[in-house]
């Protein structure tokens, strides 16, 4: 999908050029934006060689596991097909933990495991699990704390104010987490009133 | 609104001060472990370089060529019924499908319009706040072996809808346009 519009963007941009003579444009774009592109990067190196600092500070003293505990009894009432005590509960919980601190790395080995887990609950079958798709829907709808790459790129172009997107952020996350789970609940009581589940 | 602001300058400072103050009651060594975990900050953005790099060409392309142009004012008169502003339209598109490329995108709207402009703030709310629904989808399910995904595209491409009109709802009356 990204390879067919990636193409299209250079391809149309190409041959719209050469029509409407805006090719010397074109020539320029290719080198600035592959040197902006370039620069942008070293820009983040900062933000990112910083909060990763941190966080790993914080996952060793524990403190990720006790948001964990935090988070464990809301999560649990997410998937009730999920006993508590379940390994994928603990990935499941991980991995949304990872997620919420932006250390997109750290959340998707802990993802994949939640999922090798929830199939071995599902008997192994290769179709998706209601829960497994509870928790797709979970991550897709992203609940991020600090988005820092955002804030990193935000300051490379000299904002007055590189953080203050983070309060709508987690507005809007919250909007779409809850969302997702309404959309979700309301696939699965379709699915059911069919008698797929 | 004045909490959300507030909300915004203190979390940040507010986590690091908690990181530090429970890693020190734990007796971790704290220098040590942040310069051991920063090293993979390091290794992250340089990995970022090559998408960045693809993406920023491919619509620094788009753009120059004027077909960007062409295509925004097309959808524009459409798009204003609703009050959704054409220009988030590319990011919009992109953002389930690739993160990185999305990255790109936002960067070059925040370089366009300045990151605190309506745009600007909007595209930054966008790109942090709903995750690649394609990615998460094709890494987790293929990593184990699910061929039949039942309703999780759909579940998430709904929520990537809700994320469109809720970032722009929220930047408006929070910011103003």
Redesign the interface.
Known sequence: ??NI??VA??V???V??AC?G?MD??N???F???E???T???G??S?????????????????LTKFSSLFRPILSKLFPDVPTKHPAMGYIVSNTIA?MFGL??AA?PL??KA??QL?KLNGNK???SRS??T???L????L????T??IA??M??????????????????I???T??VL??RF??YR?KRKGRE | MAIITALSIWIIPILIGMILVHGTYKGIPTYETFVDGGKEGFSMAISIIPYLVGMLVAIGVFRASGAMDMVLNTIKPFLAIFGVPSEIVPLAIIRPISGTGALGIMSDLLKQYTPDSFIGRLASTLQSSTDTTFYVLTVYFGAVGIHKTGDALKVGLLADCVGVISSIIFVSLIFGR
């Open positions: 999908m990204v519009i990636w963007m250079l149309v941009g190409i719209y050029a409407n805006t444009k074109v320029q774009a290719v600035n934006s592959a902006e592109g370039v942008l990067c070293l983040l190196i933000i990112l060689v910083f909060w990763l600092g941190m966080m790993r500070i914080a996952e060793k003293s524990g403190l997620n997109g790395n998707t993802g994949i999922m090798e199939k290769n179709v998706a497994m798709i928790f797709l829907a991550n897709t709808s992203g991020t704390l600090v988005p790459t955002v790129i935000r490379k172009y000299h904002s007055a104010a590189p953080t203050e997107i983070v309060g709508v952020t987690i507005l809007v996350t909007c779409t987490t969302a997702a959309i979700d696939f699965y699915r």
